[in-house]
């Protein structure tokens, strides 16, 4: 049975991909939150910035390159039981940047063969949404309550039309998207 439940501290971020053919750019975590963990680039959205611009931002604190055009793809919804919080996670794809991947001290920038992705050195839920994440065109929603930062209790992954998606987002975010 699931045991979803709704904190009271909500913490709205964003992750942004860039996919090129059979390549994925990812980033070693330097520090803090999921350090030593590879992952997309991303973080908190600012106040006065929307949702969009947060994950353009995010990504050119983090890697140096602005991600042109990025799709709004899914969104994920972590309880944090450890931490008595819900982290809302708004997932972006660009499959263009301007800009020279650099190394920042937040993270370490890689491309990956698509083929070789290694979940284990990843958050645990990244097996369950990233294949759905690396197509094209399809949209998701993910809810996962996390015991301690690396096990997960329950999982409930689907996929969604555009428009389901961009409700979701208004229902589960004050920010918004553009
Ligand atoms: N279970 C999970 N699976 C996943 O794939 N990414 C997760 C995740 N939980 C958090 N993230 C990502 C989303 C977001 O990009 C990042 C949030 O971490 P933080 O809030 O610590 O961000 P930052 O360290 O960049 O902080 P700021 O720069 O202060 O915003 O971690």
């Not at 439940?5 to 996919?19: A, D, E, G, I, W």
């Not at 065109?137 to 015991?147: L, M, R």
Request: aromatic share 12%.
């Amino acid at each position: 049975m699931s045991t979803m439940v709704n904190f009271p501290k909500y913490s709205h971020c964003t992750l942004l991909f860039v996919q090129q053919a059979d390549k994925l750019l990812l980033g070693m975590k330097k520090r803090g939150f999921g350090v030593n963990l590879w992952n997309g680039f991303g973080g908190k959205v600012d106040l006065n910035e929307t949702v969009r611009q947060a994950a353009i931002r995010e990504t050119q604190e983090e890697c140096g390159i602005t991600p042109i055009d990025p799709k709004f793809l899914g969104l994920l919804k972590f309880n944090m039981n450890l931490d008595q919080k819900t982290i809302i996670v708004h997932v972006f794809k660009s499959t263009e940047y301007t800009g020279n991947i650099t190394e920042s001290e937040e993270m370490l920038p890689k491309w990956f063969d698509i083929d070789k992705i290694n979940y284990d050195v990843m958050w645990p839920d990244d097996r369950i949404w990233y294949p759905d994440m690396l197509k094209t065109n399809v949209f998701f929603f993910g809810e996962y309550d996390f015991q301690e930062h690396s096990v997960i209790t329950s999982s409930n992954h689907k996929i969604v039309k555009e428009e389901e998606l961009l409700a979701l987002q208004k229902q589960l975010s004050k920010i918004p998207l553009d």
